[in-house]
């Protein structure tokens, strides 16, 4: 499956060099399949087996696929706790809120990018956080887990996981 996306990807550069009229879809189409060959990738899951379960939260470590160092995920849900840290939900993806700018990204689409200063500042935009437990609501959105990932709407393939939950043995059923 990854083959036929990489090729894909490959035949969509050829079309665009050839045809400029069409570059704007074409981009889109690549966009879209990056975030598609990314969410495959067998190396962004997380295999333990609680890391379904496992909730995020206050601290948690995440990281970006194109930053250069882990940032901190903040929760704010102060009525919902988790091993007595705030836990979160799908929704809990808002930058300056949840997620902070990260050290350096390394992808040329960022829009902050400076060509005379790098590495340049991530100011990730993302999406909610893909559920992956969706029958676990906390304040009416499924919670986050280990496994969630939110994709970067700036940079194509840009992908945010998490990388540490914050906490020890706390588990939702």
Do not use: H
């Amino acid at each position: 499956m990854l083959a036929n996306i990489d090729d894909s990807l490959k035949r969509l550069e050829q079309i665009k060099a050839n045809d400029k009229s069409i570059k704007n879809s074409i981009d889109d189409l690549v966009s879209e399949l990056n975030n598609i060959k990314t969410l495959l990738s067998p190396t962004q899951l997380n295999i333990s087996d609680n890391a379904s379960t496992l909730v995020p939260s206050m601290g948690a470590q995440i990281k970006c696929s194109f930053s250069l160092a882990p940032g901190t995920y903040l929760s704010t849900r102060v009525n919902t706790l988790s091993g007595s840290l705030p836990a979160s939900n799908i929704t809990d993806s808002k930058l300056g809120t949840n997620i902070l700018p990260f050290a350096g990204c390394t992808n040329p689409a960022n829009p902050t990018m400076n060509p005379f200063s790098f590495p340049w500042v991530c100011i990730p935009n993302l999406s909610l956080f893909i559920p992956t437990n969706p029958t676990t609501l906390l304040e009416d959105a499924p919670i986050t887990t280990m496994n969630s990932k939110a994709m970067c709407m700036f940079a194509p393939g840009g992908m945010v996981s998490f990388i540490s939950s914050g906490q020890i043995n706390v588990k939702t059923t």
